[in-house]
């Protein structure tokens, strides 16, 4: 079997290509084919269990899972470090399977090694994320530190309509900035306050599952900054 999307036979149906990033619950394929690894039978359908990329090895479905991976939506915002270029693209390691791609013209003072940050501008989920970074507060980040996180936990990060990452930036003093592919930026050059940051989002990461969080960071965040003689303006 080729694993080519919606391969026909008399029995069978295969929706995806081989390798193809697929979501929990996705259909793979309809017939007289095996469940392999995290994949599970609904009927004559089979379905994925996990997040992950789709194998099709001979009458066999499975998925390999993606730990800690990030699957690619459109409009996402992402932090990527550029690991290729040629004269019209950039590749951009962003924490997917696979690496995003970064159009660009003439004259671009990005080089590899920068980090980026763009916008998932189109992606199919079975070739490379396409990327733009025309828009606010998008391309080249200057002066900051970038923090990795799960990119699951990112949501727990932002806090209802930013609540949490706003709290942060208020009692510690320093911009933040968050890629959905679990990267933090944080705009500061004091180790005291970066410290204080990549321990907030340790405990987030941790904790995430844990009711009254908000507070819990609050409240180290705040003892943190008077212990440290923190000043919320840096020169």
């Known amino acids: ?3 080519e999307a919606c ?6 149906k ?8 697929v979501l929990p619950g996705q259909v793979l394929a309809e017939g007289a084919l095996k469940a392999g690894p995290h994949v599970y039978k609904d009927g004559s359908k089979l379905r994925s269990m ?10 066999t479905v ?10 690619p939506r459109v ?11 040629d004269s019209r693209h950039l590749l951009l390691d962003i924490k997917s399977p696979m690496p995003g791609i970064l159009p660009i013209k003439g004259g671009t003072r990005i080089k590899i090694g920068d980090t980026v940050k763009a916008r998932i501008k189109s992606f199919d989920g079975i070739s490379h994320p396409i990327l733009t970074i ?21 949501p727990r990060i932002i806090g209802r309509k930013g609540s949490m990452i706003n709290m942060m930036k208020e009692i510690v003093g320093c911009e933040i900035e968050v890629g959905q592919n679990g990267k933090v930026i944080v705009y500061s050059k004091d180790p005291a306050k970066l410290r204080l940051i990549e321990e907030a989002l340790r405990k987030i990461e941790r904790e995430a599952h844990i009711s ?10 705040e003892k943190g900054v008077r212990n440290a003689n923190i000043r919320r303006k840096e020169a």
């Open 1 to 3: 079997m080729g694993g």
């Open 7 to 12: 391969e026909m036979t008399q029995e069978v």
């Open 14 to 21: 295969v929706f995806v290509k081989d390798r193809q990033l």
């Open 62 to 71: 499975s998925i390999i899972p993606l730990r800690g991976g990030y699957f």
């Open 75 to 85: 409009g996402d915002i992402i932090v990527g470090k550029v690991i290729d270029a």
């Open 134 to 154: 025309r828009g606010p507060k998008l391309g080249k980040v200057r002066n900051a530190v970038i923090f990795d996180v799960e990119p699951m936990k990112i």
């Open 50 to 59: 996990k997040i992950g990329l789709a194998s099709i090895r001979e009458n």
């Open 212 to 221: 009254g969080l908000s507070d819990k960071i609050r409240n180290m965040l």
